[in-house]
């Protein structure tokens, strides 16, 4: 049986970790070291507060879609253990959730303290060794497996479980330069897009729910809430593109020509219907007060000025090169991204630890037995909706899987 396992990070996916492991492995010793003061900083300031703990998608088919990176790691480990066993495990231990109409789901408190408070509490109880203010400075194997040099003298371990979170400089831990690991540069994902100078966000405060949004060069579209603010545009549909995006964006230097269609999902050829048919039946109508497709009233107003048209112009009266400018805007209104502001709710880094160092379904380092990852040190980043927490529950859960199968087997 192992002696002594230490996981490095107190964040979701070291505790998550721990905690398996102790479930699993009722005679090992488990030490959690975290770096700072704080345990599961992110934990309790996540979702505004309220943890965004996972999300409503019971099928993992369509939850690895949620991963624009990291979908090898997790897609034969989402076989057995996701959403449901999370929630399972969450609800045993005393943590009633809901879901809210997208698919987001909280604990039922609205409270992200009653996710610490329950980690915190299933580590006092399978005691579980918590170590604040220990910063692992580097790791050496040894015949028994690791010597971990922290500030606060030396640990031994037979298993390793690095859970350092995402690394926004370098994509390895310092700690570990001597392993030769293969990693992927870090990248920041989940963002919203700068519109500097547009008019457009003198809008802030409007919503599209169903509008599509591309970028210039980019295949992949989003159709979703897009939210205008006043530096540029959010809401879900605009995340979702930037976490998709992220690396192309990084190359272009967050400068790029991103489109949006406010009347999705109709099209130009539908917008130009529609307006022979209104031609018909109001072309005496002032343009402001014309049916228009449900777009918000000021948002309808912007787009008629942009398009050179006076709100108080009558349909009849509009020239044919005024009315092209309007279904262009409607359907593809063109703006230019320069530049990206965080998103304040959940911000995450794609890149680390690739799964290049790791057998399919294994979080266990080839080339190192004994050495594990979970969490958002590796090349996993999902869109925001508590995808993030989800791949931190699974790895954690693998990662103790794995220590276990490594003991059934020898
Ligand atoms: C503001 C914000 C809100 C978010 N909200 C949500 C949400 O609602 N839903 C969702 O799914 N995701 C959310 N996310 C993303 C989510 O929080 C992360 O993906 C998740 O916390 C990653 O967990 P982790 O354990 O891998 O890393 P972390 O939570 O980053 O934990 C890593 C820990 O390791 C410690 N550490 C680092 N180096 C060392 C060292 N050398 N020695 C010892 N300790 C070390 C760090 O101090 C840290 O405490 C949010 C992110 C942010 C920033």
Redesign the pocket.
């Known amino acids: 049986m192992p002696s002594e396992v230490v996981v490095?990070?107190?964040?979701?996916?070291?505790f998550f970790s721990a905690i398996q492991i102790a479930e699993k492995l009722p005679s090992a010793q488990v030490t959690l070291?975290?770096?700072?003061q704080?345990l599961l900083?992110?934990?309790l300031?996540?979702?505004g507060g309220r943890?965004?703990?996972?999300h409503d998608c019971r099928d993992f088919k369509q939850l690895i879609k949620n991963y624009p990176r990291g979908q090898s790691f997790l897609k034969p480990l989402f076989k057995k253990f996701a959403v449901n066993e999370t929630l399972d495990w969450f609800h045993r231990n005393g943590v009633a959730t809901k879901s809210e109409a997208d698919g987001r789901m909280f604990p039922l408190s609205n409270s992200s303290q009653s996710v610490a408070d329950c980690l915190l509490k299933a580590a006092k109880r399978l005691n579980i060794q918590v170590q604040c203010g220990?910063?692992?400075k580097s790791v050496v194997k040894n015949a028994n497996g690791f010597e971990l040099h922290t500030n606060k003298g030396v640990l031994n371990a037979s298993e390793v479980v690095v859970?350092?979170?995402?690394q926004s400089v370098r994509p390895c831990?310092d700690?570990l330069e001597g392993f030769d690991l293969q990693t992927i540069d870090p990248v920041p994902s989940l963002f919203t897009f700068n519109l500097p100078e547009n008019p457009l966000v003198a809008l802030a405060g409007v919503s599209v729910p169903e509008a599509e949004i591309w970028l210039s060069g980019f295949s992949i579209r989003r159709t979703g809430p897009v939210l205008i603010t006043h530096w540029g545009l959010s809401g879900p549909a605009t995340l979702w593109l930037s976490a998709f995006a992220a690396r192309w964006l990084k190359e272009k230097n967050y400068e790029a020509d991103v489109y949006v269609n406010w009347v999705n999902p109709l099209s130009e050829h539908d917008i130009r219907e529609d307006f022979s048919e209104m031609e018909h039946r109001f072309a005496q109508r002032q343009m402001d007060n014309l049916p228009h497709w449900n777009l918000p009233k000021r948002l309808w107003e912007f787009l008629l000025i942009q398009s050179e048209i006076s709100p108080q112009a009558k349909l009849g009266e509009l020239s044919k090169k005024a009315k092209n400018k309007l279904i262009d805007r409607l359907v593809r209104s063109e703006l230019k991204m320069s530049g990206k502001t965080t998103f304040?709710?959940?911000?995450?880094t794609a890149g680390g630890i690739s799964d290049a160092n790791f057998e399919p379904g294994s979080l266990e380092c080839k080339h190192h037995p004994g050495l594990y990852f979970?969490?958002?040190?590796l090349d996993i980043?999902?869109v925001?909706?508590?995808?993030?927490?989800?791949?931190?529950w699974t790895t954690g859960w693998s990662v103790a899987e794995q220590i276990l199968n490594r003991y059934r087997g020898s």
């Open positions: 490095i990070g107190g964040g979701a996916a070291g070291i975290e770096k700072s704080k900083s992110k934990v300031i996540s979702g943890c965004n703990l996972t220990v910063a692992v859970a350092v979170g995402g831990p700690f304040k709710e959940e911000f995450v979970a969490g958002e040190v980043d999902g925001t909706g508590g995808f993030n927490f989800q791949a931190a």
